[in-house]
Structure formats: C-alpha cells, structure tokens
C-alpha cells in the first residue's frame, strides 16, 4: 500500500443500534469534509449483497457451521478486494458495519468453531486488512435481542422480513456472542474500544466521537 486511509469498524450483537451509531458518525466525518466509504458485513458490495441473501435467509435452516463461516469470508474477500483496499490505498475513511472480530464472536464462541480456524481464513480473506479501530457497542443480550426482534416484526409488517436467521438463533447463541466480543476487548483494549449501548444515543455517539476525533 502506498497511501494509507482510516479503517473504522463497528461491532456489538443484534440491537446494540450499530447501524444508528454508524450513520451518526458518517454523517459528521463528511460533514467534515472528510471522505468516507460505508460498507457492511455481510453485505456491502453488490456481490456481498448476493450473499449476504443466503446467510439470513430464515428458509436456510441446514446452512452448516463451516459452510456459513466460509460465505461471511467470501463476502468478506469481495468487500476487501473491490471496495476496502483500493479506499485505504487512496487515503479514504472506510466505516464497515461489522468485520471479522464478528466472526470471532458469532462463528467462533457462538458456533464453536476454533478461533485458530477464523483467524486462518482472516489471512486468506483479507491479506493485511484490519480496522485501525474498533467501536464495540456493549449490551446485555436479552435488551438486545429484544431490540432486534422488535425491529424483525416491524419489517414483518412491511413486508422485509426474510433477514432473520440469526436473529432467532437460541439465546445462549447470543449469550456465547457476547462473552465472544467482551474477551476480544479485554484481549486487544488498545484496538477495540467498548461503550456502554444501554445509554442514550446522543451519549452513546459522543463516546463514540471521543474515540474516533483523535484520528481525523
Ligand atoms: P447485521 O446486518 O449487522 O445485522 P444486525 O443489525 O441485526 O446486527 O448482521 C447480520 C447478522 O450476521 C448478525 O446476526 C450478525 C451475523 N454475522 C455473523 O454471524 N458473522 C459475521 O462474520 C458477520 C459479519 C455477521
């Protein structure tokens, strides 16, 4: 790489409010004047989206653990490939909704996969690729689990509910996925910084921003 970007990650489990926390700080960093790619895994690319399908297609019930781990990579390899490493090369700020410190805690503490196993396909996956930064947005999995089956029955009611199946994985899924990302934190305090999602989103998005302001 020649010129190097800012690679920001965002992580928590289902209804941690991410997604708003994520907008927010896009919304300032270009209000700055700053250029910034947004992405998300799964998802993001036009073929990640293709994916992404498959993996929260309620109807794929016999996905297996090593099939889905290898489609969140795949995805993953494509996001990196087409639009992260060509951003960060040209010196932009790339926000992703989730990378693979989401596999570590959904796939590797919530499936039981070995994190040996994540992290080798992490090298395969994204070369170097790493965020610089992590915002990991903490809550206690039943509040938020509760957020996020509130939203799916929303979308049920607009007719967009066919992203749900990880969502209704069994609570202790969950429960393993949060004990996943605390030991990530606790593992790597310098990288990935944790906030308290149970506070207000005003609050929430300020100790974002104190993370986030002393590397633009
Ligand atoms: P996301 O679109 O962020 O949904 P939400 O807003 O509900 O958090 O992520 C979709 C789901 O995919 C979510 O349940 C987390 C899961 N996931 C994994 O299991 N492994 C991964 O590597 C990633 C990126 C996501």
Same mark, same amino acid.
């Given at each position: ?14 209804? %941690? ?57 795949? %995805? ?49 996956? %994204? ?90």
């Amino acid at each position: 790489m020649t010129k190097r970007g800012f690679f920001v990650s965002f992580e928590g489990g289902d209804g %941690c409010g991410k997604t708003t926390q994520m907008r927010l700080l896009v919304e300032r960093l270009k209000g700055m004047g700053l250029d910034v790619l947004e992405t998300a895994e799964p998802g993001g690319t036009p073929i990640g989206r293709q994916i992404r399908k498959i993996l929260l297609d309620s109807a794929n019930q016999e996905l297996s653990a090593r099939a889905e781990l290898l489609l969140y990579f795949a %995805c993953r390899a494509q996001n990196v490939d087409e639009w992260i490493r060509p951003a960060l090369e040209t010196g932009r700020v790339v926000v992703s909704d989730r990378f693979t410190d989401s596999t570590l805690a959904y796939q590797g503490e919530g499936r039981g996969l070995t994190a040996g196993l994540v992290r080798e396909l992490h090298g395969i996956a %994204c070369q170097e690729v790493l965020p610089d930064l992590t915002i990991y947005l903490d809550i206690d999995y039943k509040a938020g689990l509760a957020r996020a089956r509130a939203r799916n029955a929303e979308r049920e009611a607009a007719a967009l509910a066919d992203e749900t199946r990880m969502d209704e994985q069994a609570e202790e899924f969950h429960a393993r996925v949060r004990q996943g990302y605390l030991a990530l934190a606790a593992a790597e305090p310098g990288r990935i910084r944790t906030i308290d999602a149970g506070q207000s989103v005003a609050a929430v998005a300020a100790a974002i921003w104190s993370e986030v302001a002393p590397h633009v």
